[in-house]
């Protein structure tokens, strides 16, 4: 026998571990889904019931409250983690729809540039609450055409293509 063996024999018994029996660790897991904490009558009244030390049925709840709290963590670190992915996944298809309502924009740029001021014909809501759009005939101009609203810069693009269409 080693030295280090013969000198934990020396000093402390050797005791085995005890296994709780099935039925003890069901009775223990259904009345620790009842209660998480463990009140002192209940500890005393389960250990009578389970023919276990009220010692034995505290220390089994501690130790499935720590093991109980590690996969509640684990639960919800995977639940943000499939919310950060599908954050991510949404954040990476709204930078690709900018990017084609980018290229988009540029289309349209491409196709306003060649006809040049005045378009103002497309662009039904040029008026005094628009003044700043306005040209000194009147007109809308393209490089103010970006202040419209969605909706009127649309119908602006329509009309260009109408226009361009009118020339063709």
């Known amino acids: 026998m080693a030295y ?3 000198a934990n024999h020396k000093h402390q018994p050797r005791r085995s571990k005890r296994r709780l029996s099935l ?3 069901k009775l223990l897991e259904s009345s620790f889904n009842h209660e998480k904490k463990l009140e002192p009558e209940r500890k005393v009244q389960l250990a009578r019931d389970l023919g276990l030390q009220p010692r034995q049925v505290a220390v089994w709840y501690q130790n499935k ?3 109980w709290k590690t996969q509640s963590l684990e639960h ?8 950060l992915d599908s954050v991510l996944a949404d954040k990476r298809s709204l ?3 900018v990017e084609r309502l980018r290229r988009e924009l540029e289309k349209a740029q491409e196709i306003l540039r060649p ?3 005045p378009f103002s014909s497309f662009s039904p809501s040029c008026d005094e609450e628009w003044s700043s759009n306005l040209h000194s005939d009147g007109k809308c101009t393209v490089e103010h055409a970006g202040l ?4 009127e810069l649309y119908a602006c693009f329509m009309g260009v293509e109408d226009q361009l269409q009118k020339f063709n």
């Open 4 to 6: 280090s063996e013969s």
């Open 23 to 25: 039925e003890q660790v």
């Open 65 to 67: 409250r720590a093991r």
């Open 76 to 83: 919800d670190y995977q639940a943000l983690r499939l919310r």
């Open 95 to 97: 930078e690709k729809e």
């Open 115 to 117: 006809i040049g001021p």
């Open 148 to 151: 419209l609203q969605a909706e």
